[in-house]
């Protein structure tokens, strides 16, 4: 019989690099605004985010798991409630984001009305996560590669372009007084990628996977997103002035770098977009479909419809301010999911 740890492994990875992640604007937000730091901010981040996702596939797997709600039935009553609304909470916030990246590439490709890009992504999300979890699963081994690819891709060609070989990086300098210190910043960020990964992983613990393979699916996750989440992050510090304001910092640095990376580019923050979407609305589509007694594919499309409206409220300011919020929801995930392993004796 197949197993599914790697796939998942790779669910992982689209939910991760989602909007925030592809457009640059997280990137820059939780570690090139700490100067080199970042860089170190970067390895630990994907550490963080290899145990999360290992975790999480071992908890989902041991209570079979069909939604994240059923996963957080493993936690102790009071910490389930609050678990299961802070992941109520952020796959929600997270697909607002999603479509709100959207909109901002529509309106930077083309000019035209953001409206028009958040309900296309939407709709895009909707159509493929209804298809069920095995084409959520074969959307991601898919497009996950070639998003990685194009990331590194464009880092890279920044990075020789900009930086002679042997070239030191610049320091953190006090350009930039903002924000948290860059361990609090990694802990923000992994903590409130965390959500997104349980509620999305939840869904898939009834797929079959082997403690070895739930294991290896998070050292994978680790890997993915760590190597070009260390390289974008080594790209964007050697052009820091220019992104200060930018909605896509990688979008302008397509753009000044020339043909054909723009294109490329685009069409990879458009996969990244919708690899996110597809799991997110998938994973609310379980969960409404149980809560509301309506058949999954109308509580897939109730999620993209109701995220439309809210997308408008404008990308860069979405990824700056919810997704700190959700780093204290995802310190109430990461304690619930080491108190369960902790004192469960289950080997399954």
């Known amino acids: 019989m197949r197993r599914y740890g790697p796939s998942l492994a790779l669910v992982a990875v689209g939910t991760l690099i989602g909007a925030g992640f592809a457009s640059g604007r997280e990137i820059f937000f939780f570690f090139v605004t700490h100067g080199t730091s970042g860089l170190l901010g970067a390895v630990v981040s994907a550490v963080l985010l290899a145990l999360a996702t290992w975790s999480i596939l071992e908890v989902a797997a041991r209570q079979r798991a069909t939604s994240y709600r059923d996963l957080c039935r493993a936690f102790p009553p009071p910490l389930s409630r609050l678990a299961q609304a802070v992941v109520s909470v952020g796959l929600g916030s997270g697909l607002v984001v999603m479509v709100a990246g959207g909109a901002e590439l529509f309106h930077q490709l083309t000019g035209g009305p953001r409206l028009a890009g958040a309900a296309t992504t939407a709709g895009l999300g909707v159509a493929l996560a209804v298809r069920g979890p095995l084409a959520v699963i074969w959307f991601n081994r898919i497009l996950v590669p070639v998003l990685i690819l194009s990331v590194m891709g464009l880092s890279l060609a920044t990075l020789a372009a900009v930086v002679p070989f042997g070239t030191r990086l610049p320091g953190a300098a006090s350009l930039w007084p903002r924000g948290p210190g860059w361990f609090s910043a990694v802990l923000a960020y992994a903590f ?6 349980l509620g999305v992983l939840g869904s898939f613990g009834h797929l079959r996977t082997s ?20 390289v974008a992050t080594a790209a964007q510090l050697v052009v820091r002035p220019g992104l200060t304001d930018a909605p896509l910092p990688f979008y302008l640095l397509s753009i000044q770098l020339g043909s054909p990376w723009p294109t490329i580019y685009a069409i990879s923050l458009g996969m990244a977009l919708l690899t996110t979407a597809v799991g997110q609305i998938y994973a609310l589509g379980c969960l409404l479909s149980r809560l509301a007694s309506v058949p999954p594919h109308l509580a897939s499309l109730l999620s993209g419809v109701l995220a439309v409206p809210l997308a ?20 109430l995930i990461a304690y619930s999911l080491c108190l369960y392993l902790l004192q469960s004796d289950d080997g399954t």
């Open 192 to 197: 409130s990628n965390s959500v997104g990964l």
């Open 211 to 230: 403690s070895l393979g739930r294991l290896g699916g998070g050292l994978l996750t680790g890997a993915l997103v760590g190597l070009p989440l260390v």
């Open 312 to 331: 408008l409220i404008g990308f860069a300011a979405l990824v700056e301010h919810l997704y700190p919020l959700l780093g204290l929801g995802g310190l």
